[in-house]
């Protein structure tokens, strides 16, 4: 059974890309320039991801629409957590804040655009839930504000603040979004198609739901190949930045969340393409409200108790980026409908922020 669960996803052509899984291992042993361990481990955690995220969407449409919800919900970033969790160990604080701007913006900016653009190109005007879009805008406005309370505290009096106050109000904010995120969960549980809930794509992308020990033996497999991939990648990012001049912080803007979740993102445009701008919408926006609800106030809480703080305190171009970015993608989501143009619109304001950040110096 467990074998025919591998066959079916070795048929696909994303799981090809395993192959790049011994490639990075032997790179690794031989100790082989660091841009092409970088590259092989980045292109292996691709379909690594795929494989969390198809062993997630299966296990969830076996255990009921609720259960299910929150599986999608708790499982939804697990590759990026990962890559994070393993930076912070090794001490790269900046490409792990970076990686939570790129990854908000990427899914708003990026996935959106190219989901309204690929939809409307093929389908014409497209309408999805207004209210869900409303009330989903408000709580990224919401939880983008809350990231930049610490930062624009660090600023003030002339950026003249103690760490120790920033690291306390990180965790205050941290802990208290993170409370968002349980209730958040509470009113999904209750009232599917609510705030945070996660509406599996497996109906319309795969065609049936594996048995539950393949769900289960996918699952740990890639876990496990993910962290062993994120631990070559990210000890590849010191050398490669000093080789190359390229910083850290456009690595974690770029590099992490496309890595984390370029699966996910190919089902998104897939499923608006096919005329379910709706899903496709409720992707790419729940997926922004994990990051910024959960894994970087759970990425604040874990660094602290290991003794060395995490603060969110982000630079003033990411602070503008983000607080822009939920905005246009708010208002291009708020009438209910999208077309390719708005599409184009994002994807072209997404292009122009990851010029810039190529640009800005770590």
Do not use: C
């Not at 874990?302 to 305190?313: I, N, Y």
């Amino acid at each position: 059974m467990i074998r025919r669960g591998i066959a079916a996803l070795l048929r696909k052509p994303l799981y090809w890309l395993l192959l790049a899984i011994p490639a990075a291992i032997v790179l690794d042993v031989l100790e082989a320039p660091a841009l092409w361990g970088l590259a092989a481990s980045a292109v292996a955690m691709v379909p690594l991801a795929g494989m969390v995220g198809e062993a997630t969407e299966s296990l969830a449409a076996q255990t009921g629409p609720r259960l299910g919800g929150l599986l999608n919900a708790t499982l939804g970033n697990a590759a990026e957590l990962i890559i994070t969790i393993v930076a912070i160990r090794e001490g790269l604080l900046e490409l792990v804040k970076a990686s939570i701007t790129g990854s908000i913006l990427g899914n708003l900016l990026f996935v959106l655009g190219a989901s309204m653009l690929a939809g409307g190109l093929r389908n014409g005007i497209q309408s999805f839930d207004r209210k869900k879009a409303l009330s989903d805008g408000i709580m990224l406005v919401l939880a983008v504000t809350a990231l930049a309370i610490p930062s624009l505290f660090s600023q003030t009096q002339g950026g003249i603040v103690e760490a120790l106050q920033v690291e306390i109000l990180s965790l205050g904010v941290a802990a208290l979004m993170m409370v968002l995120y349980i209730l958040g969960l509470v009113m999904s549980l209750r009232n599917q198609g609510s705030l945070l809930s996660r509406p599996s794509a497996e109906p319309i992308v795969h065609a049936k739901a594996w048995p539950l020990s393949v769900s289960i033996a996918v699952l740990t497999v890639a876990t496990v190949g993910l962290v062993w991939m994120s631990e070559i990648l990210v000890s590849r990012v010191g050398p490669v930045v000093a080789e190359l001049g390229i910083s850290e912080f456009f690595l974690g803007v770029i590099l992490v969340p496309i890595v984390g979740n370029v699966a996910e993102h190919l089902v998104a445009v897939t499923v608006a393409h096919k005329n379910q701008m709706g899903l496709s919408f409720e992707i790419a926006v729940g997926s922004s409200m994990q990051i910024a609800l959960f894994v970087a106030p759970a990425l604040v809480i874990r660094r602290r108790s290991q003794g060395h703080p995490l603060t969110l305190v982000f630079n003033s171009f990411e602070l503008i980026a983000l607080v822009g970015g939920v905005m246009i993608a708010a208002l291009a989501s708020a009438d209910g409908e999208s077309n390719w143009l708005e599409g184009a619109e994002l994807v072209a304001l997404y292009l122009m922020l990851a010029l810039a950040f190529f640009f800005l110096p770590s």
